[in-house]
C-alpha cells in the first residue's frame, strides 16, 4: 500500500518561499501520477498543480501559475512543490496526492485537476503566510 510522506510545510512571510516534499517509500514514483491540493481553513480543498511524467504533463491552478514550481525526483522517489512570491491567501493545508496511472491511465491523462482522480493522499502539511 503505497504511503505518501510529505514535509517542508511552515509560517513565512509574504513574499518568502518554501519548498514541500513528498516521498513515496517503498515505491517507484514513475509509475504515478500526483499532484498538490490545499485547503484552506471554512473552504473546499482545491488543486494547486499536477504532474504525469511519463505522459509529459503539467498543470497549474491560475492562482499559483509563474509563483510555484511542481516537479518529481525520480532517483529520489520524491514530488517536489517549489512555491515562491508567497501570499497570505496561500495560507492552507497543503496535501500531496498520488495515483497509479497503470490502473487509471484514463484519470491521469483526461482528468489530472480533479481530486477524484487520486487515491493515495498524505496527511497534509501547514503553510502559513502572513502579511
Known amino acids: 500500500q503505497l504511503q505518501l510522506v510529505e514535509s517542508g510545510g511552515g509560517s513565512v512571510q509574504s513574499g518568502g518561499s518554501l519548498r514541500l516534499s513528498c516521498a513515496t517509500p517503498g515505491f517507484p514514483i514513475r509509475r504515478y501520477c500526483m499532484g498538490w491540493f490545499r485547503q484552506a481553513p471554512g473552504k473546499e480543498r482545491e488543486v494547486v498543480a499536477t504532474i504525469y511524467n511519463e505522459y509529459g504533463s503539467l498543470q497549474y491552478a491560475d492562482s499559483v501559475k509563474g509563483r510555484f514550481t511542481i516537479s518529481q525526483d525520480n532517483a529520489q522517489n520524491t514530488l517536489v512543490l517549489q512555491m515562491n512570491s508567497l501570499k497570505p491567501e496561500d495560507t492552507a493545508m497543503y496535501y500531496c496526492?498520488?495515483?497509479?496511472?497503470?490502473?487509471?491511465?484514463?484519470?491521469?491523462?483526461?482528468?489530472?485537476?480533479?481530486?477524484?482522480?487520486?487515491?493515495?493522499w498524505g496527511q497534509g502539511t501547514q503553510v502559513t503566510v502572513s502579511s
Open positions: 496526492a498520488a495515483e497509479d496511472a497503470a490502473e487509471d491511465s484514463f484519470g491521469c491523462v483526461r482528468s489530472p485537476l480533479v481530486e477524484r482522480t487520486y487515491k493515495y
